[in-house]
């Protein structure tokens, strides 16, 4: 695999680990604004990249190939919705501010299930660095190695704050710092597989790049919608967590379209 492939995969996971991170330099558990400015942040960069990194790209290349453009992006949104969807029934796992878990009953640590919850938000952005990347080993004109790495740099940022909240709360729990961060560390490990899987997937069968693309972004939607969204506007300060999906989308706009 192209040396530039690997990096640009690795460094949504470098965002996390350095997120999680954060507990050996953050004294207390992260303050309620600051936990929903990040969630808002990591929500507008997750819509952003679902636009103009996954579904434009998707509509665009099944033109090329000959197919009506928004039949790709249609099914495949619809079909990352509905992975997401079983994902989240099946998977044991717990999110944050809430005390009744999600999926299927079983008798885990709180801290594994709120582990599982991230690691479940970064399937999604796993399979949108890998379906990208795939672009570019396919040398597809419609997407370039620096678009792909503004996706993959957007990701990052948005993961720092990931890795953080799922790290710091774990200090309020009896855990010791080391163990918060390799918690929040391997949340993160799920998405350089998931890239790779994708990758793969796609150098087999080229012609479900438009599917694999819209399919990614269809997953992060989920994600947005059913999480991220919900949990920065509970209870007070929401207006900040507005203002942090604002930022997040304009940078992964910007990003995406300086760079793409």
């Known amino acids: 695999m192209d040396k530039n ?127 990208v990347f795939s672009g570019v080993l396919a040398q597809d004109a419609l997407i370039s190695l620096a678009g792909a790495f503004a996706l993959s740099v957007g990701i990052a940022i948005q993961n720092f704050p990931e890795g953080a909240i799922i790290s710091m709360p774990l200090l309020g729990e009896g855990i010791t710092r080391r163990r918060a961060f390799l918690y929040g560390t391997a949340s993160g490990i799920v998405e350089p597989v998931a890239a790779v899987v994708t990758i793969l997937l796609t150098g087999i069968i080229y012609p479900v790049l438009p599917y694999l693309l819209s399919f990614a972004a269809g997953a992060m939607i989920y994600v947005v919608v059913e999480e991220l969204i919900p949990e920065s506007q509970a209870g007070e300060h929401t207006n900040i967590g507005t203002i942090g999906v604002a930022v997040g989308f304009v940078l992964m706009m910007v990003l995406d379209v300086a760079l793409g």
């Open 5 to 131: 492939v690997i990096f640009g995969v690795l460094i949504p996971f470098l965002g996390t680990a350095l997120g999680a991170g954060t507990v050996f330099i953050m004294k207390k558990e992260m303050g309620a604004k600051l936990q929903k400015s990040l969630l808002g942040f990591a929500a507008g960069v997750m819509i952003a990249a679902s636009v103009w990194s996954l579904l434009i790209p998707s509509i665009e290349m099944a033109g090329e190939q000959g197919v009506i453009g928004w039949i790709p992006a249609a099914v495949g949104f619809l079909l990352g919705i509905l992975f997401l969807l079983v994902l989240d029934t099946l998977i044991p796992h717990l999110h944050l501010d809430k005390e009744k878990p999600e999926g299927v009953k079983a008798n885990l640590k709180k801290s594994t299930m709120l582990a599982l919850a991230v690691t479940l938000h970064n399937i999604p952005e796993g399979m949108a660095v890998g379906v």
